[in-house]
């Protein structure tokens, strides 16, 4: 299986900060690469595919970058509807498409 | 709109068995692959089974032999047929489209509301 790391599991930050989360696969996955987050009792959401590619009505503060094995998530000034907890997803032709455990962000 | 909607979830004995059933609507359902992926407190997001437009099928190690998914193209439907059900199979189980058409690469767009299941006596 890929293994999917990210860091940190969780970070404080205020509001307009600019927040960097990273990820890390076990083997090289190209650019096969999901970044989701998800707030409390909701279902995950979307925001980034194929590691760069921001998702329709996502906002731009948002974007995403790397290849091979190690991506990174930024957030260029954290805005309070932020605050939650952030995934990536391996979505490479292997199976299974495993997750990251979650950066979470608070304030 | 794109929406997907589970049902079906509940408190079912260990060694029980449980009927999941996901209604899409918004999309033409036969032209996408879909999944479930499930969510556990400890173990965080697990991709558990797939269902192409073929009607191919891919399970996760965990519930390989237990589980089955299926389709109903006429009613947008996708379903899970739960066997055998453990107490690690305690979480909430999201139905999710795969938002590609390029093959066995799956971005997860949108996700339905979640339903739980709780497996315990």
């Known amino acids: 299986d890929i293994q999917m790391t990210q860091s940190p599991s969780s970070l404080s930050a205020s509001v307009g900060d600019r927040v960097t989360i990273t990820c890390r696969a076990s083997?090289?996955?190209?650019?096969?690469l999901n970044w989701y987050h998800q707030k409390p009792g909701k279902a995950p959401k979307l925001l980034i595919y194929s590691a760069s590619t921001l998702q329709s009505g996502v906002p731009s503060r948002f974007s995403g970058s790397g290849s091979g094995t190690d991506f990174t998530l930024t957030i260029s000034s954290l805005q309070p509807e932020d605050f939650a907890v952030y995934y990536c997803?391996?979505?490479?032709?292997?199976?299974?498409?495993?997750f990251g455990q979650g950066t979470k962000v608070e304030i | 709109e794109v929406q997907l909607v589970e049902s079906g979830g509940g408190l079912v004995q260990p060694g029980g068995s449980l009927r999941l059933s996901c209604a899409a609507s918004?999309?033409?359902?036969?032209?996408?692959?879909m999944h479930w992926v499930r969510q556990t407190t400890g173990k965080g997001l697990e991709w558990v089974s797939a269902?192409?437009?073929?009607?191919?099928?891919f399970y996760s190690d965990s519930v390989n032999g237990r589980f089955t998914i299926s389709r109903e193209n006429a009613k947008n439907s996708v379903y899970l047929q739960m066997n055998s059900l453990r107490a690690g199979d305690t979480a909430v189980y999201y139905c999710?489209?795969?938002?590609?058409?390029?093959?066995?690469?799956?971005?997860?767009?949108?996700w339905g509301q979640g339903t739980l299941v709780i497996v315990s006596s």
């Open positions: 999710t489209r795969d938002s590609t058409t390029n093959g066995w690469r799956p971005t997860f767009d949108p």
């Open positions: 918004g999309f033409t359902f036969g032209n996408y692959d």
């Open positions: 269902i192409g437009t073929r009607a191919d099928t």
């Open positions: 997803q391996h979505s490479y032709n292997t199976r299974p498409w495993t």
């Open positions: 083997q090289n996955i190209r650019t096969f």
